[in-house]
């Protein structure tokens, strides 16, 4: 499901709403876990799952083309794991 599809979705299951609206509600939402992540903060959507920034170390790697040895800096990357009402929704039979 795209950005776009979740938008539809919404502004099919909510009537009342515009999809301009819908739209804009979707972004904010998006923004904000964006932003927390970004200033270094925890985002937990109880039953969904949380989301959180991990740092990855410096590193040598290796350019796969040549073999040669690469130095990677260090890097935070975003990290999602799943809560456990979504978990057990996903493996129901």
């Given at each position: 499901?795209?950005?776009?599809d979740?938008?539809?979705?919404?502004?099919?299951?909510?009537?009342?709403?515009?999809?301009?609206?819908?739209?804009?509600?979707?972004?904010?939402?998006?923004?904000?876990?964006?932003?927390?992540?970004?200033?270094?903060?925890?985002?937990?959507?109880?039953?969904?799952?949380?989301?959180?920034?991990?740092?990855?170390?410096?590193?040598?790697?290796?350019?796969?083309?040549?073999?040669?040895a690469?130095?990677?800096?260090?890097?935070?990357?975003?990290?999602?794991?799943?809560?456990?009402?979504l978990?057990?929704?996903?493996?129901?039979?």
């Amino acid at each position: 499901m795209t950005k776009s599809d979740l938008i539809a979705r919404l502004a099919e299951i909510n009537p009342h709403l515009s999809r301009q609206d819908v739209e804009r509600i979707v972004t904010t939402i998006f923004d904000e876990i964006s932003d927390a992540l970004a200033q270094g903060n925890r985002v937990e959507l109880r039953g969904f799952g949380a989301f959180s920034v991990k740092r990855r170390d410096a590193r040598v790697g290796r350019n796969p083309r040549t073999g040669e040895a690469v130095h990677v800096a260090e890097k935070l990357v975003p990290f999602f794991k799943t809560g456990k009402q979504l978990r057990e929704r996903l493996n129901t039979d």
